[in-house]
T-cell receptor
Framework: GEDVEQSLFLSVREGDSSVINCTYT??????LYWYKQEPGAGLQLLTY?????DMKQDQRLTVLLNKKDKHLSLRIADTQTGDSAIYFC??????????FGRGTSLIVHP | EAGVTQFPSHSVIEKGQTVTLRCDPI?????LYWYRRVMGKEIKFLLH????????ESGMPNNRFLAERTGGTYSTLKVQPAELEDSGVYFC?????????????FGSGTRLTVV
């Protein structure tokens, strides 16, 4: 299997919460990042969590980390149409290299 | 502060031709990374420079790919000769130190199409 796995698509209604899940294989990852890619644009760092944390909140974003299960999630509260994009979780491999999966396409409809 | 700049943004070449992609990292960032996303697949790590030295090139697909970083500033990624399976989006990223403490800044990518 792949080192980082995410569902390929998520569809939500505007105003609802979105939860994007990620599982990874490298238990030594110290930092775990979430990146967002809008159409035609590069990867934008959204938030990150350090491996000794269980949760991190940043405005509408909540990151949950279950290190035992190697599971990471990103919750977006009050999802807006402008949140439509591809979201990538990227745990750090070794000390220096973020490792990406295929990403989750979030589709927000009115 | 200017971000990571990549050019060209798009390139369409014929199989067998040569293409050179360029990445200008954020000024002062010693660490530079190349990634590639083939359609429908994951964003795959290619290699990592620290200044002008290749720190990790474990992701380079084969010897048709040559990456350089002269003087530790901008980097080029040359594909010669290009094959159809080289099509994809090539991303470059830079970071101030090893990256973990400061994050990684990505460019907008170069979309390469080999026909």
């Amino acid at each position: 299997g792949e080192d980082v796995e995410q569902s390929l698509f998520l569809s939500v209604r505007e105003g609802d919460s979105s939860v994007i899940n990620c599982t990874y294989t490298d238990s030594s990852s110290t930092y775990l990042y979430w990146y967002k890619q809008e159409p035609g644009a590069g990867l934008q760092l959204l938030t990150y969590i350090f491996s000794n944390m269980d949760m991190k909140q940043d405005q509408r974003l909540t990151v949950l980390l279950n290190k035992k299960d190697k599971h990471l999630s990103l919750r977006i509260a009050d999802t807006q149409t402008g949140d439509s994009a591809i979201y990538f979780c990227a745990p750090l491999r070794g000390s220096y290299i973020p490792t990406f999966g295929r990403g989750t396409s979030l589709i927000v409809h009115p | 502060e200017a971000g990571v700049t990549q050019f060209p943004s798009h390139s369409v070449i014929e199989k067998g031709q040569t293409v050179t992609l360029r990445c200008d990292p954020i000024s002062g960032h010693d660490n530079l990374y190349w990634y590639r996303r083939v359609m429908g697949k994951e964003i795959k790590f290619l290699l990592h420079f620290v200044k002008e030295s290749k720190q990790d090139e474990s992701g380079m697909p084969n010897n048709r790919f040559l990456a350089e970083r002269t003087g530790g500033t901008y980097s080029t990624l040359k594909v010669q000769p290009a094959e159809l399976e080289d099509s994809g989006v090539y991303f470059c990223a830079s970071s101030q130190d090893a990256g973990a403490n400061y994050g990684y800044t990505f460019g907008s990518g170069t979309r390469l199409t080999v026909v």
